[in-house]
């Protein structure tokens, strides 16, 4: 049975564009490896109704909880402790990197959630694979015996 948790937590962006924006954390129990942010730039909940002004990135849930406790990531994420109350989220693309800082209460509370949902190392249990992915990897191991 597919699930979803969300959770909507103000973040603040550091650097010269400075400023609060809306994330909203979304996990679904049919990708269990990752979490959607979505960074929402419209105020009410009226005008969110479209994919404008909404950047998401799909980001790795152990990550997150990772970074919760200790420096992690490479590449286009890293996820670190900041203060006590939050945690510092850096995001690399091509006009550069935008650091943001949420509290780490509400990430906390969101994640403990997820693993409420799909505990940790039952992941793979709740994959699919679709038929035609299926006969592919059949076909190959016929061909390739291991």
Same mark, same amino acid.
């Given at each position: 049975?597919?699930?979803?948790?969300?959770?909507?937590?103000?973040?603040?962006?550091?650097?010269?564009?400075?400023?609060?924006?809306?994330?909203?954390?979304?996990?679904?129990?049919?990708?269990?490896?990752?979490?959607?942010?979505?960074?929402?730039?419209?105020?009410?909940?009226?005008?969110?109704?479209?994919?404008?002004?909404?950047?998401?990135?799909?980001?790795?849930?152990?990550?997150?909880?990772?970074?919760?406790?200790?420096?992690?990531? @490479?590449?286009?994420?890293? *996820?670190?402790?900041?203060?006590? %109350? !939050?945690? =510092?989220?850096?995001?690399?693309?091509? /006009? &550069?990197?935008?650091?943001?800082?949420?509290?780490?209460?509400?990430?906390?509370?969101?994640?403990?959630?997820?693993?409420?949902?799909?505990?940790?190392?039952?992941? @793979?249990?709740?994959?699919? *694979?679709?038929?035609?992915?299926? %006969? !592919?990897? =059949?076909?190959?191991?016929?061909?390739? /015996? &291991?």
């Amino acid at each position: 049975m597919r699930t979803v948790v969300e959770h909507e937590s103000t973040v603040h962006l550091t650097g010269p564009a400075a400023g609060g924006m809306t994330m909203l954390m979304r996990y679904d129990s049919d990708d269990p490896y990752a979490v959607r942010l979505d960074f929402l730039d419209a105020a009410t909940p009226e005008d969110r109704t479209s994919q404008d002004g909404c950047v998401t990135w799909a980001v790795g849930r152990e990550l997150l909880t990772v970074g919760l406790d200790r420096p992690c990531g @490479t590449g286009d994420v890293f *996820v670190r402790p900041g203060t006590a %109350a !939050l945690t =510092e989220l850096a995001f690399s693309g091509v /006009p &550069g990197v935008a650091v943001l800082l949420v509290s780490t209460e509400a990430l906390r509370t969101f994640l403990r959630a997820t693993y409420t949902l799909v505990a940790a190392g039952s992941e @793979t249990a709740r994959l699919t *694979v679709p038929d035609d992915l299926s %006969a !592919l990897f =059949e076909s190959s191991e016929e061909q390739h /015996p &291991g």
